[in-house]
C-alpha cells in the first residue's frame, strides 16, 4: 500500500518555465490537496479537489492551476515559473465522511525556480 | 477565512523534559484539531488530535489539550526522547468545509537535546 505518491521529488526549473507535479493516492479518498512548504510559514494550501471533477483554489492559487485528472490523481502545473515559487510542494488526500478527516501526504518534492 | 497561529518557531529541551507547542484559531466554528510531526525529508503525520466535543486527549507519551473559549489547543510532550526532534504542525478545520480542508500553523522546529 502506497498511500500517497509524488513525482518528481527534486526539480530545477529555470525561470519562466512550466512543468507538472503529479500525484497518486491509493486509499479511494475523495479529497485531494496541494500544499507548499515555506520556512516560517507552515503549509499554505494552494489548491484542493472534494471530489473527482471539482477543483477550489486555496491560500495561495496564484501562478498555479490543477487538474483532477480522476479519483487517484490530482496534478499540479506551473505554466511559467518564478524564484518566489521555490518551495517544497505536499500533495494530500483523505476521507471526508467523518469530522476526523486525517490527511495523508506524500513525500513532497523539492522545486528551486533559478 | 480560518487562521491558525503557532508558537513558539522553535523549542529546544534536554531529553527527559516536557515540551509545549500552543496555537491558536480565529474561527470558532472550527470543530476539528490535528497535530502532525515532519520528519527530516519526509511528509507530515498525525500524531494525535482532538475534536471540539473534548477537552483533553492523550495517547502515552502526548496529549492535547483545547479550551474552546479562548480559541487554543495545544501540544504536551512528556518524557521527551531524541527521536521526538521533528518539526511539529497544528491545524484547525471548519465545519463549513466539507473537504476536509485543514488550516495549518506556522510550524515548531522541536530539539530534544540527549
Known amino acids: 500500500n502506497a498511500g500517497v505518491t509524488q513525482t518528481p521529488k527534486f526539480q530545477v526549473l529555470k525561470t519562466g518555465q512550466s512543468m507538472t507535479l503529479q500525484c497518486a493516492q491509493d486509499m479511494n479518498h475523495n479529497s485531494m490537496y496541494w500544499y507548499r512548504q515555506d520556512p516560517g510559514m507552515g503549509l499554505r494550501l494552494i489548491y484542493y479537489?472534494?471530489?473527482?471533477?471539482?477543483?477550489d483554489k486555496g491560500e495561495v492559487p496564484n501562478g498555479y492551476n490543477v487538474s483532477r485528472l480522476n479519483k487517484r490523481e490530482f496534478s499540479l502545473r506551473l505554466e511559467s515559473a518564478a524564484p518566489s515559487q521555490t518551495s517544497v510542494y505536499f500533495c494530500?488526500?483523505?476521507?471526508?465522511?467523518?469530522?476526523?478527516?486525517?490527511?495523508?501526504f506524500g513525500q513532497g518534492t523539492r522545486l528551486t525556480v533559478v | 477565512g480560518e487562521n491558525v497561529e503557532q508558537h513558539p518557531s522553535t523549542l529546544s529541551v534536554q531529553e527527559g523534559d516536557s515540551a509545549v507547542i500552543k496555537c491558536t484559531y480565529s474561527d470558532s466554528a472550527s470543530n476539528y484539531f490535528p497535530w502532525y510531526k515532519q520528519e527530516l525529508g519526509k511528509g507530515p503525520q498525525l500524531i494525535i488530535d482532538?475534536?471540539?466535543?473534548?477537552g483533553e486527549k492523550k495517547d502515552q507519551r502526548i496529549a492535547v489539550t483545547l479550551n474552546k473559549t479562548a480559541k487554543h489547543f495545544s501540544l504536551h510532550i512528556t518524557e521527551t526522547q531524541p527521536e521526538d526532534s521533528a518539526v511539529y504542525f497544528c491545524?484547525?478545520?471548519?465545519?463549513?468545509?466539507?473537504?476536509?480542508?485543514?488550516?495549518f500553523g506556522q510550524g515548531t522546529t522541536l530539539q530534544v537535546k540527549p
Open positions: 479537489s472534494a471530489s473527482e471533477g471539482t477543483t
Open positions: 494530500a488526500s483523505s476521507e471526508v465522511e467523518t469530522v476526523n478527516t486525517e490527511a495523508f
Open positions: 482532538i475534536r471540539s466535543n473534548v
Open positions: 491545524a484547525a478545520k471548519a465545519p463549513s468545509s466539507n473537504t476536509g480542508k485543514l488550516i
